[in-house]
């Protein structure tokens, strides 16, 4: 089920406040908003709220048997690619970042946010479809800029089922295949990073791939790899290309 409301402060802050009071929160069911008054993304930054984008959050019901939750920012990256590839004429310079950005030709075009609340995972999906935000040192891009426009609804149910599918994938297989199409639909092995783990300097070094448990591997320039399993990622030296 896709639930549509006109506008909300943040369809992630729904989900948790509803799980929070107890409601049972069907996995596989989505909240999309038209408009988001405090839309949220990663580390408590603010979410652009684009008339015409998708805005929308899901829940992930974790099992005992289920691979490690964290990995699972992996595997809505991949749903999100998924939806997406369909709609370009040429999905080559569609690339994957980590932990979960969209990219397209090193311009952000999707962003994901997860948070838990005791054994669920709630979802949260910002698609930039008609319009992208200028942020200052940041390159963002909307799919009206490529193409005609993607309807929201038709999206939201073309997101739906991509995410279905990734999720029992997810379960069924674990992380070995899908840490294997990721790196596959990132950017090339060799591409410049900065990165900035929580509580430290940023590193600069050259993007070496992933561990066999979603981490990822970034290559210093003394030759150290060091493991990365949170903080923010930039393509380093990066054209800027806003677009408001």
Known sequence: MIR??????????????????????????WLVALR?????GRQG???????????????VRLCPADPPPASFALTAALAVYEAVI?????????????????????????????????EALVVGIGVNLAK???IEGRATLALAELVPAPDRDLFARALAATFALE?????????????????????????????????????????????QGGALRLRL?????????????FFANAPLHEKG
């Open 132 to 134: 992208a935000p200028v």
């Open 86 to 118: 369909p709609l370009l004429p040429d999905p080559s310079a569609l690339r994957l970042k980590w932990p979960n950005d969209l990219t397209f030709a090193g311009a952000k075009l999707a962003g994901i946010l997860l948070e838990r609340e005791g």
């Open 221 to 233: 320039a003394d030759g150290v790899c060091r493991v990365i399993h949170a903080g923010d990622v």
């Open 167 to 211: 999720l029992r994938r997810w379960r069924d297989y674990g992380l070995e295949p899908l840490v294997r199409r990721w790196q596959a639909a990132a950017h090339p092995l060799g591409t410049s990073l900065s990165v900035s783990p929580p509580g430290e300097p940023a590193l600069m070094g050259h993007y070496d791939g992933l561990t």
């Open 4 to 29: 549509t409301v006109p506008e909300t402060g943040s369809t992630n802050a729904d989900l948790l406040a509803a799980l929070r009071g107890g409601e049972r929160v069907a996995e596989g069911d």
């Open 36 to 40: 988001q008054t405090a839309g949220r």
């Open 45 to 59: 930054r603010e979410w652009f709220d684009g008339a015409g984008n998708f805005m929308g959050s899901t829940v």
